[in-house]
C-alpha cells in the first residue's frame, strides 16, 4: 500500500481531540478480524439473479399479502420482479433486506418501500407520504411526484423524485442522498443530522430547519432560511460529486451545477445538552 | 455532635470532557463556543478516484452505480485507535494494528468501507445471532 505513514506528530484530528474522547457507556466495541471472508450479502439473505424475471399482479391481494409473495419469489431465486396494479396500495414493498431489481408499474400510496436495505426500485407513477421512510441502502426512483415527508429518517442509499416533493423532505435523515428534480415544498431538511438533499428546483420556507448537521444543494430559489441553516462554500469536490450523483439519477445531467446554493447546519443547535438550561432559563 | 462528612472515593475514570483553548478548535468551534464531538468529518464527499477493488466487486454485486450508503461511511477512532461505526451493531468497530493504514483521509474512508462490508456481512456478525434468537418469521 503506498502513502503508510506512522506519523509522530499530532494530526489535526487528535490536536482536536478526536482520537481521546470518551463515550463509555454510550456504543459496544467490537474488533475486525482481519481474516473475514469477502462477502457482498448479509448472512441467511437469498441467493437472487437478476436475470430471472418475473411479473406480480397485486390487484386482488392485501399490502401484506403482496409483500409475502414477494419475498416468496426472491426464496425462488427472482431477481427482477415486475409489479402490476399497485393501484395505490399503502405500505407496498416494505422490509426487503436482499439485492433486487423491483419495478412498480403504477403509484403507490404511504409508507411504500420503507425500511428497505439493497433493493434497486423503480416506480412508474406517483408515491403518497413518507415513500422509502428509513431506507438503509439501495435506490428508489420515482418518475413522477412524491407526497410529503419524502425520505423521513433516510439512512442510506439514494432516493430518487424525478418530479417535485411536498413538505418536509428528508426530515430527521441520518445519511443516505435524497435527489429531486423539481420542486420541494416548506421545512426540506427538516432536523436532518446527516446526509445530503439535492434540489433542482425551489424550496418553500424554512429550509433545513434545526438541522443538526448534513449537506443541501439547491439549484433554484429558496422561501426563506430556517433556524440555523447557513450558507456555504460549493467546493470542487462538491462540483465533482454533484455531477456524478446527478448522471447516477439520470435526471438533470446538463444542469449547471456550479450556480447551486451549499446549505449547512451553522451548528448553533449542535448540543442540545449544553442549550437545555438556558431554555429551562427561558421558559421560567 | 457534628457529622463527619465522608466522601466515597468513586473507582470510575471521569470523562474527559474538552474544553475551548485546551486543543486546537475549528473556526465554527470558535463561533458557537463549544466543542464539536465528531470523531470524523461527516459531510466528506468520497473521493471515487481512491476506489478500491473489492468495492468495485461489491458496488456491482448489487447491482448500483456507486457507492451508495457507504458513501457515509468514514474512518473514525474508538479510544485512539482507528475505527469504522457499525450502524448495525451499534458499535465502533476496532481496525487491529496488524493492518497499516494510509495517512489520507479519502484513502483511509475507503479501507474502512471495505473493512466494514466484510465486517456486516460475516455470518459472525452479532446480529446473526440476535437473529437467529429472536426471528418471528
Not at chain 2, 462528612?5 to 471521569?14: G, I, M, P
Request: charged share 30%; aromatic share 8%.
Amino acid at each position: 500500500m503506498a502513502n503508510i505513514k506512522n506519523p509522530e506528530t499530532k494530526t489535526k484530528a487528535q490536536s482536536m481531540g478526536m482520537h481521546t474522547e470518551v463515550l463509555t457507556g454510550r456504543t459496544q466495541q467490537k474488533f475486525f478480524n482481519p481474516d473475514e471472508a469477502e462477502n457482498f450479502y448479509y448472512f441467511g439473505t437469498y441467493d437472487v439473479d437478476f436475470n430471472k424475471r418475473t411479473d406480480l399482479d397485486v390487484k386482488d391481494m392485501t399490502a401484506p399479502e403482496a409483500n409475502k409473495e414477494i419475498d416468496n419469489l426472491m426464496s425462488q431465486g427472482y431477481g427482477t420482479i415486475v409489479i402490476k396494479n399497485p393501484q395505490g396500495k399503502h405500505s407496498l414493498g416494505v422490509g426487503i433486506l436482499n439485492k433486487l431489481n423491483l419495478i412498480f408499474e403504477g403509484s403507490l400510496g404511504y409508507f411504500g418501500m420503507g425500511s428497505c436495505d439493497g433493493p434497486t426500485v423503480r416506480i412508474n407513477g406517483r408515491v403518497g407520504w413518507s415513500c422509502a421512510e428509513n431506507l438503509m441502502a439501495g435506490k428508489v426512483v420515482i418518475g413522477k411526484n412524491a407526497g410529503s415527508c419524502f425520505g423521513a429518517a433516510v439512512r442510506g442509499g439514494d432516493l430518487i423524485c424525478k418530479g417535485s416533493v411536498g413538505a418536509r423532505t428528508g426530515i430527521d435523515m441520518k445519511g443516505g442522498t435524497i435527489i429531486v428534480g423539481g420542486d420541494a415544498g416548506a421545512f426540506t431538511g427538516f432536523m436532518m443530522q446527516r446526509g445530503r438533499i439535492i434540489i433542482l428546483g425551489d424550496v418553500g420556507i424554512n429550509l433545513g430547519d434545526s438541522m443538526y448537521d448534513g449537506t443541501i444543494f439547491i439549484g433554484g430559489k429558496i422561501g426563506s432560511y430556517g433556524s440555523d441553516a447557513v450558507d456555504a462554500e460549493l467546493t470542487k469536490n462538491d462540483q465533482d460529486w454533484l455531477k456524478r450523483k446527478l448522471k447516477v439519477a439520470e435526471i438533470g445531467e446538463n444542469f449547471d451545477v456550479s450556480k447551486m446554493k451549499k446549505i449547512v447546519a451553522g451548528k448553533k443547535l449542535w448540543n442540545y445538552d449544553n442549550l437545555e438550561p438556558h431554555e429551562k432559563k427561558g421558559a421560567i | 455532635m457534628a457529622k463527619k462528612k465522608t466522601k466515597a472515593k468513586s473507582k470510575v475514570k471521569k470523562e474527559k470532557k474538552l474544553k475551548l483553548g485546551t486543543f486546537k478548535e475549528t473556526a465554527r468551534e470558535k463561533l458557537i463556543g463549544q466543542h464539536i464531538g465528531y470523531r470524523y468529518d461527516v459531510n466528506l464527499l468520497p473521493d471515487y478516484k481512491k476506489i478500491t477493488p473489492f468495492l468495485k466487486k461489491y458496488i456491482e454485486a448489487m447491482g448500483w452505480d456507486d457507492l451508495n450508503w457507504l458513501e457515509d461511511i468514514h474512518m473514525g477512532y474508538e479510544e485512539d485507535r482507528p475505527a469504522v461505526f457499525c450502524r448495525n451493531a451499534n458499535g465502533w468497530v476496532t481496525i487491529p494494528k496488524s493492518i497499516k493504514l494510509p495517512d489520507n483521509q479519502q484513502d483511509r474512508d475507503m479501507i474502512a468501507r471495505e473493512l466494514l462490508v466484510k465486517f456486516q456481512m460475516s455470518p459472525k456478525h452479532p446480529l446473526v445471532d440476535l437473529k437467529k434468537a429472536y426471528l418471528k418469521f
